[in-house]
């Protein structure tokens, strides 16, 4: 430590330059912060084990359809204590850019739903009203909606039969709003009722998309999941029951291998921070040439200068890095916030501290091994005079 000062005074020695270099290597390590907890929201979830609401769906893709007469036989296993299901929907209101979340439920959905906050009377009036529908606060307020609206909507998928196209029209009976503020994002959803989609649309009649469940002990979330997958094993509608995070990734995961997609831009990025900071090394030890001859005649070896040139390039790396995961600490709970709950992301763990910390390590060393070798080969003539 009793060098850190020349290691200090060398890294700021061009003030502006090395606090773009520092912006660089922060940019890339809150990028890589984002993009870990993304991996690692992706990966998790799997275990049902803890939780009071798992969700059934089809085992080989989240688009196909489930058999309804699937959901007494799962409402009899042992531990189920309630269950529900919906039907994604798509679609847009008026114009394409307009998407919307529209998603066909079972009456009784908003029993298992105890977060959302919705009137007896709007309640009942879905349940009365065939072509009925329930909307979000937020949305509602988004477009202007009054209960007692028509809202037209242009679905994804499914053709009407009563129009032979795709556009569907509902009744506005009610709106509903989440307990939680975080969980905002929900009430950008328009719900309507299952039994009216499966009579009026084209195909894929008497299928839910999804089924959820609600279990009586959720110690025993496991053990029930296990059941009910045993259900219709070994048949041609084979299901697959995970918690309602697992499922709701399952979504982008269509996409395509994230994990992939995420190291491929990780790998380019990090290969630009390497030019970049590496020709940032390299133009600082190539400015200070006659300094570190001046440090030799005083008597550092060679190795000491190579050390602390190596000390340098990791330090900048290390200074950069650490804001930018501690950035990316500071995000992500208000990404989830702004997201209204709809987006959530696991807070920066030990594991990508210490793999972050490691990459810094590695980079700083990577960068500096050109300039720290130049300075521990220089000539003390030749660099004091200028050659």
Do not use: C
């Not at 798509?90 to 998603?103: C, E």
């Not at 839910?208 to 053990?223: A, H, L, R, Y």
């Amino acid at each position: 430590m009793k060098y850190f000062h020349l290691i200090w005074a060398a890294l700021f020695r061009r003030k502006t330059r090395t606090m773009l270099t520092l912006l660089s290597v922060l940019a890339a390590f809150l990028l890589f912060g984002m993009l870990d907890a993304v991996r690692v929201a992706f990966n998790s979830g799997g275990d049902a084990a803890g939780v009071d609401r798992m969700i059934v769906s089809s085992k080989y893709s989240i688009i196909q359809g489930l058999p309804q007469n699937l959901l007494p036989r799962i409402k009899a296993t042992p531990g189920v204590k309630n269950l529900t299901w919906a039907n994604w929907f798509g679609g847009y209101y008026q114009d394409r850019k307009n998407q919307m979340v529209n998603i066909a439920i079972d009456p009784q959905y908003f029993d298992i739903y105890p977060e959302f906050v919705i009137s007896e009377d709007a309640l009942k009036k879905f349940r009365e009203t065939r072509t009925g529908a329930l909307v979000g606060e937020s949305l509602a307020k988004r477009w202007g909606w009054k209960v007692g609206d028509k809202i037209p909507v242009t679905g994804a998928i499914f053709p009407n039969k009563a129009t032979g196209d795709t556009n569907w029209s509902f009744d506005l009976v009610g709106t509903f709003a989440a307990k939680d503020e975080k969980q905002r994002g929900a009430e950008q959803q328009l719900f309507f009722r299952w039994d009216y989609f499966d009579e009026a649309n084209s195909y894929a009649r008497h299928e839910v998309g999804w089924i959820i469940v609600q279990v009586t002990d959720p110690n025993k979330s496991d053990e029930v999941a296990k059941a009910i997958d045993a259900i219709s094993a070994n048949s041609d509608h084979e299901t697959k029951t995970q918690t309602e995070q697992a499922f709701q990734l399952s979504f982008a995961k269509q996409l395509g291998d994230i994990g992939l997609i995420v190291s491929a831009i990780m790998g380019a990025v990090f290969f630009t921070l390497l030019l970049l900071t590496g020709n940032t090394m390299a133009q600082g030890v190539r400015e200070r040439v006659p300094e570190l001859a001046t440090l030799k005649t005083m008597g550092f070896s060679d190795v000491s200068l190579l050390l602390l040139v190596f000390a340098e390039a990791v330090l900048l790396i290390v200074i950069g890095g650490t804001l930018g995961l501690g950035l990316v600490a500071l995000l992500l709970p208000v990404i989830g916030a702004a997201s209204g709950g709809m987006l959530q992301l696991p807070p920066v763990g030990m594991g990508t501290w210490i793999t972050g910390l490691l990459m810094m390590i590695g980079i700083g060393v990577l960068v500096g091994v050109l300039p720290a070798v130049r300075a521990m080969r220089l000539n003390i003539v030749d660099a004091l005079a200028g050659r």
